[in-house]
């Protein structure tokens, strides 16, 4: 059998939360701001490792609500090729930073940090312009 070079499967979710959306700051590099989201593991939906990657960084239980778009470009993640499915969903609860996340804030529009890293940025351009 051939051995295939593949790119990473990751999720990534905008959390509606109070009219904002929550970024977490990244306690690895790349430093910076980011939609909390992460690797899915083997084994795993592409759901449950949203569910479980919201928890696990913002202390939040979500409701999904859709998938939002999925990105691919080879360099959207500087340390290798990844595949991101994004999703949208809503969460109630106190917000918690967690595991990978040195904090976890909730951000409006016309707020939003400078420093957003990978193509988060892009993301949520096209969340807040809604061009999916």
């Not at 804030?105 to 990978?118: A, C, H, M, Q, T």
Request: charged share 30%.
């Amino acid at each position: 059998m051939a051995n295939y070079k593949n790119p990473f499967p990751t999720v990534d979710i905008i959390i509606k939360y109070k009219d904002g959306v929550i970024l977490i700051k990244r306690k690895k590099p790349p430093f910076g701001w980011a939609l909390p989201g992460g690797f899915v593991e083997y084994g795993e939906s592409l759901e449950n490792a949203a569910i479980r990657e919201a928890k696990e960084e913002t202390g939040l239980d979500i409701t999904l609500i859709r998938q939002f778009h999925s990105y691919s470009e080879p360099d959207r993640d500087p340390r290798f090729h990844t595949i991101t499915t994004v999703y949208i969903a809503s969460a109630d609860g106190e917000i918690a930073a967690g595991y990978d996340a040195a904090e976890a804030v909730l951000f409006y529009r016309n707020n939003l940090p400078d420093n957003i890293v990978f193509d988060h940025k892009k993301i949520l351009e096209d969340y807040f312009n809604r061009r999916y």
